[in-house]
């Protein structure tokens, strides 16, 4: 019996697109699993596309296009987290960088393996990877983002009734104080609830403070909250109040600059910095570093 031309033809292109598939789902291709669909649909031309996009990838001439960092950018105090590889030499990637590698299978392996490790200190980045173009890192991200966020609420809501029950207990106060700024400034708010958030935040922060007046870290967090929140009059009182507790402490003056420049006082500014010239103030370097170009620009 004489075989027609067109069985061997797809039977030869059946074969050939299960050898591929083969290759796909044990990982020695570069191409997507979800991609081998395409060759039992397309007779012949499938098969051909799939090799000219593997050969484009082995060449290097895949995903060859510049790319803005700008827009990724997110603050020096994420962006430069790093991540160890499988490898035993524990190589170190910057986290963004992994996010852009054009490998796919390399991309996925550095970004999950971080943040599978610690995601809640990665919500910024997972904000970016969630647009990411590998649906497994772009589903994670968004399953992981959609997570924080609902168990953010559960322990503000817990800790709010707790307070409230509780309104003696500093404890429970302080965990309240820091869900709240976590959440805060975990990017994961949009514009009208972060605001409302703030306002809590503020309220919160203030009965801190009826209790300690003096207690550092809240009277920063709350002249940081009032800058967000463009209440520069309260950020003076509380910068002030920074001021007359803490006259050597170097973060009383970086925060006093903060937000005199926030608030475009140009005269505040200035007479914060004969203030730091007069005052005894114990420096670390990193201190010096952060309050030095406004020496240079007051000399000019």
């Known amino acids: ?36 669909i395409f060759f039992y649909l397309i007779p012949i031309f499938g098969i051909f596309a799939a090799l000219i996009i593997e050969l484009m990838i082995i060449s290097g ?53 971080t943040l599978y490790s610690d995601p809640y ?13 590998d649906m497994e890192t772009s589903h994670y991200a968004t399953t992981t983002i959609s997570k924080a966020q609902k168990d953010f609420q559960l322990s503000i ?10 309104p003696e207990n500093t404890a429970v106060l302080d965990s309240y104080i820091e869900i709240l700024g976590k959440y805060i400034k975990s990017g ?9 958030l703030r306002l809590v935040y503020s309220t919160i922060l203030d009965k801190k403070l009826r209790r300690v007046k003096s207690d550092k870290k ?6 940081r909250n009032n800058i967000e929140l463009k209440d520069y009059v309260t ?25 005199y420049v926030e608030g475009n006082d140009a005269g505040g500014l200035s007479e914060t910095i004969n203030e730091i010239r007069r005052n005894d103030i114990v420096w670390t370097r990193q201190g010096k570093d952060q309050v030095s170009p406004w020496f240079v620009v007051a000399k000019k």
Do not use: C
Request: cysteine-free.
């Open 1 to 36: 019996m004489k075989i027609q031309p067109e069985l061997i033809i797809l039977f030869s292109h059946l074969l050939l697109a299960l050898i591929f598939t083969i290759f796909i789902l044990s990982g020695k291709s570069h191409l997507r699993k979800e991609q081998f």
């Open 61 to 113: 001439r895949e995903g060859k296009m510049s790319v803005d960092l700008d827009p990724l950018y997110q603050g020096d105090d994420i962006l430069w987290k790093t991540l160890k590889s499988f490898h035993e030499k524990g190589d170190l990637v910057p986290l963004e960088e992994a996010i852009l590698i054009n490998e796919t299978k390399i991309r996925r392996r550095f970004m999950l393996e």
């Open 121 to 133: 200190k990665y919500l910024d980045i997972l904000n970016i990877a969630k647009f990411n173009d």
């Open 157 to 166: 809501q817990r800790l709010a009734m707790e307070v409230e029950n509780n």
């Open 188 to 196: 994961l708010l949009e514009e009208h609830l972060l605001k409302n």
């Open 218 to 223: 809240t009277l920063i967090e709350k002249l």
């Open 235 to 259: 950020a003076f009182e509380t910068s002030n109040l920074l001021k007359k507790n803490f006259p050597e402490d170097e973060e009383t003056w970086i925060e006093a600059l903060r937000v």
